[in-house]
């Protein structure tokens, strides 16, 4: 009787180490991998009429000449745009915040518009809801690099976003109001184009 008990409980033991040693059964597939996931960010194409993509940059856009903002158009939007922001920036000179300088930032662009003219006028917000500023004040600022180095990089970025945002010019602080509309624009981005510019005096 007791070999029979010993043997029962062994031929228990044996399949209790088997089940443990199965891997366990395989879950139904959640959709998208379980999580909440939006399309990637649809890639933009932004050009300029006044030179061509990393050009060199004419004189009457920057501070030498006459300082006007140069005409920008884009296309390949994603259908969710709700508003647009342009960022200009030259990627080799540091304002005395430490972030690179600002030179333009255009923010809730309607989702309608394509294109901006060149010549923008001197406004902190446009007769269409567009908000404007530069490191100076509320208009396009042109590129002043020296010319006793090598040219920048001006860099012109636009964004889709599906939201419009809540941000207004920060009294006479544009650094702050940069860092405001770039935080707000934290998971709003489903498009984004790049284009460059080169200059120096």
């Known amino acids: 009787m007791r070999?029979?008990?010993?043997?029962?409980?062994?031929?228990?033991?044996?399949?209790?180490?088997?089940?443990?040693?199965q891997p366990p059964p395989a879950q139904p597939a959640q959709p998208g991998g379980g999580q909440n996931r939006r399309a990637p960010i649809q890639v933009m194409t932004l050009t300029t009429t006044g030179w061509?993509?990393?050009?060199?940059?004419?004189?009457?856009?920057?501070?030498?000449?006459?300082?006007?903002?140069?005409?920008?158009?884009?296309s390949n939007a994603p259908a969710e745009a709700v508003s647009f922001v342009i960022v200009a920036h030259d990627?080799?000179?540091?304002?005395?915040?430490?972030?690179?300088?600002?030179?333009?930032?255009?923010?809730?662009?309607?989702?309608?518009?394509?294109?901006?003219p060149e010549g923008a006028p001197a406004l902190g917000q446009?007769?269409?809801?567009?908000?404007?500023?530069?490191?100076?004040?509320?208009?396009?600022?042109?590129?002043?690099?020296?010319?006793s180095g090598p040219p920048h990089h001006y860099v012109f970025e636009i964004y889709a976003l599906d939201a419009m945002l809540d941000v207004v010019a920060t009294g006479q602080n544009p650094g702050l109001t940069r860092a405001a509309v770039m935080t707000a624009m934290t998971g709003h981005i489903r498009g984004k184009g790049v284009m460059v510019g080169l200059y120096k005096k």
Do not use: C, E
């Open 3 to 21: 070999s029979i008990q010993f043997g029962l409980v062994a031929l228990v033991l044996s399949a209790a180490s088997m089940a443990a040693a």
């Open 126 to 147: 446009l007769p269409d809801g567009t908000r404007q500023l530069s490191g100076t004040g509320p208009y396009y600022r042109g590129p002043a690099a020296p010319a």
């Open 91 to 116: 990627l080799d000179t540091l304002a005395n915040n430490g972030d690179d300088m600002l030179h333009w930032l255009l923010w809730n662009i309607p989702k309608t518009v394509t294109a901006i």
């Open 52 to 74: 061509p993509d990393g050009g060199t940059i004419p004189i009457k856009h920057s501070q030498a000449g006459k300082d006007v903002s140069p005409a920008l158009a884009w």
